[in-house]
């Protein structure tokens, strides 16, 4: 294996997130050269002046990048309809796959592809950034050490603001609209909380039910409310809010009941990480004390290019991507149906 990877990124004119990518590539010391595809060329001069010498190709789409190129890890962020067929180009040439979320318009496509990444020996992930946080990383230690006993139960709480879908860009835009984005708040923000649910607890959700609705009435045809009961393997059961509700700003939390104690992620006080043993006196907080930096898409971003070089482990794997998806696209259908959805378990 190389020393150091060729990155592929491939954008369009409606990639998301290119203001996070962009110095999470520019910034790896782990990437030899950057090849571009960029459909239309709208973002080309600002990824020369933000990728440097790093961007040594540019190309017009995936299909000629792939004819030319033989890259070590491709960066798909594109929006979702698009970017099964950039995904399948990447893993067909040998390419591991590093996507935008949600990869997708439905599971079946998402399945389809990871059978591809299985097949070629490839890994898939989806961009589920919050996994690097450190406060994560330390809650999940404590947890699979058994500091909190059996887990009981779980709280995840993700909202937004409603004041980004009154604008008329944003009803226009593929955000907006359920052929192009697979869903609304659950599969774009929703999803990050689901994922940490599962990697926090070391378990995959097996059965879902619940509700998704347009509770604030902009003329969009995805979701902007959410509430989920989920169960997970190992038994324990756990609920999901998410939404689009308040004026500005996120409110999110994660909290997780075990036999010997609790741990909160309450993320809009800023108290990333506290917990509290059964064996503490009353009243004991305990609260994490470490940096919670470097934190987002670039510590994300550059252990993906890391796990290609083989040089660590992956921040996630294809079927850790799956199992997410496979959740998401159960609970839209639990909502349709009102029944309980049951959700393999690999």
């Known amino acids: 294996m190389a020393d150091k990877a060729t990155v592929a990124l491939i954008i369009s004119e409606t990639s998301p997130h290119l203001g996070a990518y962009f110095p999470a590539l520019a910034s790896s010391e782990d990437i030899k050269e950057i090849v571009l595809s960029d459909e239309g060329h709208k973002h080309t001069a600002l990824a020369k002046e933000k990728l440097g010498d790093k961007l040594t190709r540019v190309y ?28 399948d180009m990447a893993l067909e040439h040998g390419c591991h796959v590093f996507a935008e979320k949600p990869a997708c318009t439905s599971i079946d496509q998402f399945e389809a592809l990871v059978q591809k990444a299985d097949s070629k020996h490839l890994n898939l992930m989806l961009a589920l950034a919050n996994r690097s946080n450190p406060e994560v990383k330390a809650a999940r230690r404590m947890i699979r050490k058994g500091v909190f006993g059996k887990i009981y139960a779980i709280e995840l709480n993700y909202i937004a603001d409603q004041t980004r879908l009154t604008s008329k860009s944003y009803h226009q835009g593929w955000f907006a609209q359920k052929d192009r984005a697979g869903g609304g708040h659950l599969i774009w923000l929703g999803i990050h909380w689901l994922d940490l649910g599962m990697y926090l607890t070391d378990t995959r959700i097996s059965a879902v039910n619940g509700f998704v609705t ?11 409310s959410v509430a989920l009961s989920l169960k997970f393997h190992k038994g324990f059961l756990g609920t999901l809010s998410s939404g689009y509700y308040t004026n500005r700003g996120k409110q999110s939390l994660i909290k997780i009941w075990g036999s010997k104690g609790w741990l909160e992620m309450d993320y809009s006080t800023g108290r990333y990480l506290q917990w509290h043993l059964n064996s503490d006196k009353p009243g004991t907080i305990h609260k994490f004390e470490e940096s919670v930096q470097p934190r987002g898409y670039t510590p994300f971003v550059h252990s993906a290019i890391r796990s ?32 309980t959805q049951q959700i393999p378990i690999e």
């Open 60 to 87: 017009d789409n995936p299909s000629q990048l792939f004819e030319k190129e033989k890259p070590d890890m491709a960066l798909v962020t594109l929006e979702a309809i698009k970017a099964p067929a950039a995904i």
């Open 214 to 224: 347009n509770i604030g009435g902009q003329p969009i045809d995805v979701e902007d």
């Open 308 to 339: 290609v070089l083989d040089k660590e482990p992956p921040p996630l794997d294809s079927h850790d991507s799956l199992q997410v998806l496979r959740t998401i696209y159960a609970a839209y259908q639990a909502s349709a149906t009102g029944e």
